[in-house]
């Protein structure tokens, strides 16, 4: 039997009186999950407590099959974190850093030396892998807690905000790396983000939270391949008339704005009719343009829509 | 696989038992400590002392030596005054003092290092308990300490019993438990102090400042609090004086205090509570904000 990769079982956590994380449920078995949420919605607390750095006030959650509060030892010794802010041993080389962080997750040292030389190439370091980390750049910082987080090669991966700071050929170096590991590795990966661009590059499935609790989790790939083209039509003239015509042709429409709207063409109706509407009602169509739903348009809809779960 | 390859790959190796894992930490600390110059001299001073001594106890059993000043053995013994008394005057307060400057030293930058760069996230999302991290950095003291005091200190105790036989053995003995007990116990205070005022200040050079704070400062307080309220209770604020204290009592010989050993035990008992739930609070992954 193959355990759920994380499951949340009415997980609640509570800082003093103040909640954090709202009776949170769900099973997630993707390869790669995108943790999505506006400021302080509860992703790193989330992330926290799955690593059992916070205890859950109520429920629980599993990871891989062992509970967060009663197997933590098992769980750290099957992921990988790469935290979001600064972490590094000052006065310590990137090579015995990660050494030394993959002897204490049970790699003995002539391995764990091997391993931490490869994780250092492996994310670009491999010249500058002996030179101090505190004197790294930022990048550089975050590929040495990219290094130190793969250099056990866990199951499962977290990482809190992985492209914080980078510039953009460093970004895209790091989700490159990332979607490198996700599809080479066996590895499962959770990326919490606020960047909405990061998570879907890399994610096949998204978890929104909002104000501690579930707004949305869905398939990013089902969901594009799920949503229908739609068409959305900038106009200038009497859009509502407009509307209404192209309603009687079967359309489903939406006005956006009075100059704006969006619309889905059943079979049979083309483009062309669209034009001798607007010629008939002398609209001018300024713009056209065939979209699907962006990961935006379904994070928007999750932080208006009313709270949901799974 | 070579690192030119440069792929991700898992690790599908044998690991190393987990209770045996905190003991990376001694050997990456030694590592950095000694590559001071300085710092290993003063650990080799450390070592020749009680080879020295070693020598003097030697001294009164050389014929050469007994001829010089036309004297036997028991003689010489009995000027020299080979007791429990010389070991502690003579072996254990040296070592305590030399203790003190070697966690002066390598203390306070045990724990702030990983502190001041959020470095705990790292550690405690690996298989690796808090409980497992403290013992980790203790560790390190604790065996560079006890290199440095009670195993020298049991290897002269033991060639003074070779020397002068099981009668003095007899008479002696409680040298031998107060140079082992009384180590440890200093040890693992200044284990645990220099452990928990680095983890509260997170700064090198401020944590080696509370050290003298809290080791010679409170003992000039101490004095004066004595002399002015006319008492000898305050010295229980003076913690290397309350170890001596204990100590002497482990040796059986009269303390430089009069504050009794059991309100030594109370004061030494209470400040390792304290610099326990010290660290209980801060050597925390994260510090959370409630």
Known sequence: MSAAIIELDDLSVRFGRRPILNHLRGTFNGRSIGLLGPNGAGKTTLVHTLLGFHAPCAGTARILGYDVGKEQRAIRGLVGYMPENDAFIAGMSAVRLVRLMAEISGLPPREALERAHEALFYVGLGEARYRRVETYSLGMKQMVKLAQAIVHGPRLLFLDEPTNGLDPPHRRRMLDLIREIKNGGGVHIMLSSHLLRDVEEVCDEVLILREGEIATYCDLEAERQANRKFIEVETLGDNAVFAEEIGRLGCEYALLDPHKLKLVLPAGVEIRHLYRIAADRAVQIRRLDYRRDSLQDIFLRAMEVGRGGL | ?290
């Open chain 2, 1 to 290: 696989m070579a690192v030119y390859e440069r792929t991700y790959r898992r690790y599908e190796g044998p690991l190393t038992p987990e209770r045996r894992r905190f003991l990376a930490f001694p050997r990456y600390a030694f590592d950095e400590v000694f590559r001071s110059k300085l710092f290993l001299a003063f650990c080799v001073v450390c070592l020749l002392y009680p080879l020295v001594l070693a020598c003097i106890l030697y001294l009164p059993h050389n014929l050469g030596f007994l001829k010089l000043f036309n004297a036997d053995a028991e003689t010489m013994s009995q000027i020299f005054g080979f007791d429990a008394k010389f070991f502690f005057e003579w072996l254990m307060r040296p070592q305590m003092a030399m203790a003190f400057v070697v966690t002066f030293v390598v203390g306070p930058a045990l724990v702030t290092a990983d502190l001041r760069n959020n470095g705990l996230a790292l550690y405690f999302s690996r298989p690796l308990s808090r409980t497992e991290y403290v013992l980790g950095k203790v560790s390190i003291l604790v065996l560079l300490l006890s290199a440095l005091t009670w195993v020298p200190g049991l290897i002269v105790f033991g060639f003074q019993v070779y020397l002068e036989g099981t009668a003095w053995l007899r008479t002696n003995w409680r040298a031998g438990l107060g140079l082992f007990l009384g180590a440890w116990l200093w040890i693992l205070l200044l284990c645990l102090v220099s452990i928990a005022l680095s983890a509260y200040v997170k700064w090198k050079p401020v944590a080696r400042l509370s050290m003298i704070l809290v080791f010679i400062v409170t003992a000039g307080l101490a004095a004066v609090m004595n002399l002015q309220f006319r008492t000898e209770w305050a010295s229980v604020i003076n913690l290397s004086d309350m170890v001596h204290v204990i100590v002497a009592s482990l040796f059986g010989v009269p303390p430089s205090s009069l504050v009794p050993p059991w309100a030594a035990w109370m004061s030494v008992l209470a400040t390792c509570g304290a610099c326990v739930l010290l660290m209980a609070r801060k050597l925390r992954p994260y510090e959370v904000v409630r």
